[in-house]
C-alpha cells in the first residue's frame, strides 16, 4: 500500500465496473466473502444503525482526523451517483462525526450509504430518511472543522483495506470490501456459490443431514466419534 499523504484530494479515480457492481448487489455479505476466499471483512463491531440498512456501491474513501469531520464535507464534491463513503481515522475516534445535515448532502450526491471506523448520531433521522449506515458507534458528541485529512486515498478501515472505487457491500451480517478489479470475477463466484446453497437448501427441507449431505460421518469415524445406547 501506499503512503498515504494528508491535505490530498485525488479527484479521478477508477470505479469498478457499473455491470459488476450491480451483480454484486444481489448477494449478500457472507456469500460475497465465502466467494472471495474468506477475505475482505471488515472487524465486526461495524454495525448498521438501523436495521433496515443495506448498500452496496463503489468506494469515495476519506481519512480523517479523531474528532474532526472537515473532510467529509471536503468528501461530498467527489461523490458520484452509486458512490459509498468509507470513511477511517487517523486513530482510534468515536465522536459523531456525521448525521442527518451529511445525510442529506450525500444523498444529494447519489451516495448510497456510509462506512465509517466511528461515530455517528442523529440515528432516528437516519432510520427515517432510510440512509444507510454502518459504525463503529453511535455518539451524540461532536465534532470541529480544524485539521486536514484526505479524501480517495486508500484506507484502512475497520482492519480492511479499501481503495477509492472498490466495491464496498453491507447488510446485517457486516461489511466487505471487493477489489474493483475482481468484481465481476467475484460476483460470478457468488452466483455460483449461491445456485449450489439453493440446492443444499433443498436437501435439507427434505430431511437430508449435514452429516450426509457433507460426507462427515467417516472423517468423524476416524477421530474416535462413537455412538452409544445408554
Known sequence: ????????????????????????????????HEAMGRTGLLRPYIRPVHPTARLCGTAVTVLLQPGDNWMMHVAAEQIQDGDVVVAACTTESEDGFFGDLLATSFRARGCRGLVIDGGVRDVADLAEMDFPVFARAVNA?????ATLGSVNVPVVCANALVRPGDVVV??????????????AVVAAAAARREAAEEGKRARFRAGELGLDLYGMRG??????????ER
Open 219 to 228: 472423517p468423524l469415524a476416524e477421530l474416535g466419534l462413537r455412538y452409544e
Open 170 to 183: 453491507a447488510d446485517r451480517d457486516g461489511v466487505v470490501v471487493v477489489p474493483r478489479e475482481r468484481a
Open 141 to 145: 458528541k461532536g465534532t470541529v472543522k
Open 1 to 32: 500500500m501506499e503512503h498515504t499523504e494528508l491535505g490530498v484530494v485525488r479527484t479521478a479515480i477508477i470505479r469498478a465496473d457499473p455491470d459488476a457492481v450491480a451483480a454484486l448487489s444481489a448477494f449478500g455479505v457472507a456469500t460475497i
